[in-house]
């Protein structure tokens, strides 16, 4: 049976080699059941309901539903993303959402869908951007050793995948322990209920927008030098700080742009409205971006992040929507911050640098447990894992 080019048919031949085992076409083990389920539209998704939606985005349950009315079977089944490639396993009774999931579930006996679940993840299919993967899945041919193996690797697997899964949960609860205690130290920063002395942000530190170039932003000859360039996308998925960068500018760039000192805090005002971050090293970005230099003896800048934080759906709720949403100078400068002394913030900001050492330290070990378990799975579907 012939693979298709973007499948590794040398690890399909050594899993042959090694354990033995049949190797099938896609159509002969698994059913499209996608048409027989109810999809939801995402306007119709609820924060809280009875019965799960699962689509292809990268959260694994993206929302409620409070009908049951075309519900899937308990499966378990594989859900496939067919813009995004995304694979979950699921084995309790869902709808789907409305664009681009393909309910994908067993035609035959003695087949684990776990397994298959792992399988699948070690493929790589083209990518097309957005638009439909599942024809390049239904060419994929699949390895099916006897159902003991297939058994095997799935427990050995789900074992790994459990470390990965409480490593992200220890990670998870750090950045809960950040709120809460700001929350024990100056109460609810969005009603003040401390009654602490407001002021306007605009007050406790200079707001400096970034500078974009009035060339394409992608212009050949701004990019590619050794001056870094950040973008909201970088700052509203960095966490407090941000450590790394994957874009430069030329010193052309730089002429039309400005270089910003390390430790400053970056605000952004479109796109991903109202996310912060300190920055670890010299940078450019866009006027997108808003540099916030604090005066030191008066506010902190780690304590100003956090409270940012508490409100960044507020001002993104609020933002003016043109094109698309943002927010200028202005509605930045003229937000009310809750004003504690000077000392508690510096304290609070020392609280929050030891968590962040913590949470260094796991995502660290998130990181080695994460390459360890890729390279189980890709021993694992070339039958070199020794099970007893």
Not at 299 to 319: C, H, P, R, T
Not at 320 to 344: F, Y
Not at 361 to 387: C, D, I, P, W, Y
Request: proline content about 4%; some cysteine; glycine content about 6%.
């Amino acid at each position: 049976m012939k693979a298709p080019g973007y499948q590794n048919i040398n690890n399909i031949k050594l899993m042959q080699q090694n354990i033995g085992c049949n190797i099938l076409a896609f159509s002969d083990i698994l059913e499209d059941l996608t048409s027989s389920v109810t999809k939801v539209k995402k306007d119709e998704y609820s924060f809280i309901g009875e019965y799960s939606i699962i689509d292809q985005g990268k959260e694994f349950i993206a929302g409620y539903y409070n009908s049951n009315q075309g519900i899937s079977s308990s499966g378990p089944h594989i859900v496939f993303g067919d813009h995004t490639r995304i694979f979950k396993y699921v084995d309790f009774p869902i709808l789907l959402g409305a664009d681009g999931t393909k309910l994908l579930s067993a035609k035959i006996s003695d087949v684990n869908m776990k397994y298959l679940y792992y399988f699948f993840n070690t493929l790589s299919l083209p990518n097309d951007g957005y638009s439909r993967h599942f024809k390049y899945l239904k060419q994929v041919v699949i390895p099916l050793p006897n159902i003991q193996y297939q058994n095997k690797i799935a427990n050995i697997l789900d074992q790994a995948q459990r470390l990965i899964d409480k490593r992200k949960e220890q990670i998870a609860l750090l950045d809960e322990l950040v709120q809460s205690v700001f929350y024990d130290m100056f109460g609810d920063p969005v009603i003040n209920d401390r009654a602490w002395n407001l002021e306007k942000l605009k007050n406790l530190g200079a707001l400096k927008r970034g500078k974009s170039s009035h060339r394409p932003r992608n212009a050949p000859e701004l990019l590619n030098g050794p001056y870094p360039l950040i973008q909201t996308g970088d700052i509203a998925n960095a966490g407090l700080y941000l450590n790394d960068y994957t874009t430069t500018y030329s010193e052309l760039g730089l002429k039309q742009s400005k270089l910003w000192s390390k430790g400053t805090l970056c605000i952004t005002i479109a796109a991903n409205i109202a996310k912060t971050t300190i920055i670890t090293f010299d940078a450019c970005f866009p006027d997108s971006v808003v540099a916030f230099l604090n005066k030191e003896n008066i506010v902190n800048k780690m304590y100003i992040q956090i409270w940012m934080s508490f409100l960044q759906k507020i001002i993104e709720d609020g933002a003016p929507e043109s094109a698309q949403k943002n927010i200028n100078l202005k509605i930045l400068g003229e937000l009310d911050v809750i004003l504690p002394p000077i000392e508690l913030q510096n304290h609070f900001a020392e609280m929050v640098e030891n968590i962040e050492k913590q949470k260094e330290l796991l995502s660290k070990s998130l990181a080695e447990l994460e390459t360890n378990f890729h390279s189980l799975m890709q021993r694992a579907f070339r039958g070199e894992l020794v099970v007893e």
